[in-house]
């Protein structure tokens, strides 16, 4: 079936596409969970032709930190972790609920395994697990401090030859030097490179490397996290065959019976017309830019901007609703969220830069509405925390959100787009970024923002970061908290007195970071109509599927996880199809 005639095998153009050319498969998006699914059913023997409306590979998953969250592999195992089916399941069960259907994730644990083994035995991926990556549901039942988060290997982009160039380029915000991208590690010795030999060595290394990539590239080819688990998704489509198509859009999905449909394709003046004899995988990353769809199905105030990648229009929605397909309704949020702060770059273009878990949890930091008091948990997931925001804005009042601390937390630990060192500060000042003031009640006012309320939330900071326990949200009282931290301070790794000036504020957004509202699917991948029968040869992984989670985020990397495994599910549903 892996037959070679239709498209150029290193083109990624919709011009050397054969028109009336005929494939098992048909993918629609490069994300993750497209690739994935391209990937398996290329393992399988099917002859795969993928397809990206934008000029990249890798839609969000490339920005991100590509964290994979499936419980009991063989990572799990090798650190030793004491999880099991019925234990990850458990945990997803008090977690989830009835906002998604079981089956889902029980498909979702079943298979997850033998998804990750797969990439893992058969191609270039390959992922690791940290001794400690806890779930962000810590107080439930059922929930581990390590073994289910994965994350993809660094990789040489220089595998990719000409291909690198197809690879999504990572948030410019998330990178060092003009495009360095660092992890986890990199981060660790890069703040410790003054104060260890080791730390310095290591920075040093790194740093000539990237110069050295970039004199010979044009940019640095040492790719990690997102970037990371796309070129090797890329590389692994390339060498079992799949054909790709990039700034091609899908006009049009015409089923021509037994599961068979007819995919218009056309970039600019050009239209392809090709046969997906088995099987359409939706994987287009969701309706977060839909025109219409964005402001219906999202809360009000709309979020301002997105920091997620910009494919994700929704256009194959509504083909897929055009043929019997509906959106679940069951979510508790209908996207999942992360706050930013928004800054314009030098080209004009807007920055949306997520608060993950490097300043909201650390000591000296707190965030307030208008009335300067305190509203959340600062150390709960970003999930939560943007869902927090919108739950107190019923009178206008937290969104924005401002973020606050100290010049102390502020020199230690940065905040948002502003670096650790509390250096440069100029231009943050200049064009608002950052507001800044020597006294709290002087950054209310530049704030516009109540100061005895202030005065108040900052005052029963001071008080709890002595006591390490925060009265008002019990902040810091989890593992997952504690873990966002400062592990150096004490007695709470999270609270933090507020007293060195200036003082310092960030303006927090909503961003929406992937759909959790999508298309309904049955535990085997293919797309439902609302009488429960299937649409025959049509499936869906990725944000295009409903999420498994329901609009809860249990864990790092609840996306990415199911994400792959269903696109391994809906490479099994079709491959089993065929072979009956």
């Known amino acids: 079936m892996n037959d070679d005639k239709g498209v150029s095998m290193s083109s990624a153009d919709l011009e050397s596409v054969v028109d009336g050319a005929s494939y098992d498969v048909v993918v629609a998006g490069a994300g993750a969970a497209g690739l994935a699914a391209a990937v398996f059913a290329a393992l399988d023997g099917m002859k795969v032709l993928l397809i990206e409306r934008t000029d990249y590979i890798g ?36 977690a989830v609920g009835n906002l998604a259907p079981r089956s889902l994730r029980q498909a979702f644990i079943a298979r997850g395994p033998a998804a990750i083994h797969t990439l893992e035995d058969r191609t270039n991926i390959q992922f690791r697990a940290r001794p400690f990556h806890p779930d962000y549901l810590y107080e439930l ?46 981060i660790a010795h890069l703040l410790k490179m003054k104060k260890s030999f080791r730390s310095f060595g290591y920075s040093m290394r790194l740093i000539a490397s990237y110069y050295l990539q970039k004199l010979r590239f044009g940019r640095g080819t040492r790719m990690v996290m997102g970037n990371a688990l796309i070129a090797r998704l890329l590389l692994a489509a390339r060498q079992q065959g799949v054909h790709i198509a990039i700034s091609t859009k899908i006009e049009k999905i015409s089923a021509r019976g037994e599961g068979a449909h007819e995919v218009v394709l056309t970039r600019g003046d050009i239209t392809r017309r090709v046969t997906a004899r088995h099987g359409v995988v939706l994987s287009s990353g969701g309706f977060g830019r839909h025109p219409q769809k964005r402001g219906q199905m999202l809360p009000h105030p709309l979020p301002p901007v997105s920091p997620a990648a910009p494919g994700h229009t929704g256009e194959l929605h509504d083909l897929a609703i055009d043929m019997g397909a509906y959106y679940s309704e069951s979510a508790a949020q209908p996207c999942f969220w992360a706050p930013v702060s928004i800054r314009t770059r030098h080209d004009g273009t807007e920055a949306a830069f997520p608060h ?46 401002y973020l606050i601390c100290d010049a102390s937390a502020l020199q230690k630990y940065g905040m948002g787009m502003v670096r650790p060192g509390g250096k440069n500060l100029g231009p943050f000042l200049l064009d608002g970024y950052l507001t800044s003031d020597e006294t709290l009640d002087g950054l209310a006012a530049k704030l516009g923002i109540d100061a005895a309320g202030l005065s108040d939330s900052v005052k029963r900071m001071n008080a709890y970061a002595g006591t390490g326990i925060d009265a008002d949200y019990k902040r810091g009282s989890t593992v997952y908290e504690r873990a966002n931290g400062d592990p150096s301070h004490g007695p709470n790794p999270t609270l933090g007195q507020l007293t060195a000036a200036p003082y310092y504020a960030v303006k927090l957004w909503p961003g929406d970071i992937g759909a959790a509202t999508g298309l309904v699917t049955d535990e085997r991948a293919r797309l439902l109509r609302k ?35 269903f696109g391994y599910i809906a490479a099994e549903t079709i491959k089993a199809g065929i072979s009956s």
């Not at 490339?62 to 990850?88: C, I, Q, Y």
């Not at 073994?147 to 060092?176: H, N, S």
């Not at 329901?550 to 792959?564: D, R, S």
């Open 59 to 94: 839609g969000t998953s490339a920005f991100s930190a590509a964290t994979t969250w499936v419980p009991n592999t063989r990572h799990s195992v090798e650190l030793g972790a004491e999880d099991s089916a019925e234990k990850a399941l458990g945990y997803l069960d008090v």
């Open 141 to 186: 039942e059922g929930a581990t401090s390590f073994g289910r988060a994965l994350e993809p290997l660094p990789f040489d982009g220089q595998a990719l030859g000409d291909d690198l160039k197809l690879v999504r380029p990572p948030i410019p915000e998330f990178t060092i030097l003009n495009g360095l991208m660092i992890d986890r590690d990199d």
């Open 531 to 565: 009488d429960g029968t299937v649409i025959d040869g049509v499936y869906a992984c990725g944000a295009d599927m409903a999420s498994i989670m329901g609009g809860v985020y249990p864990g790092p990397g609840i996306t990415i996880g199911p994400g792959i495994v």
């Open 356 to 401: 993950f878990v490097l300043d909201r949890s650390k000591p000296g930091v707190l965030a307030v509405g208008k009335d300067g008091k305190r509203f959340v948990n600062e150390s709960r997931s970003y999930h939560e925390f943007v869902s927090a925001m919108y739950a107190a804005n019923k009178d206008g009042s937290h969104i924005p959100t």
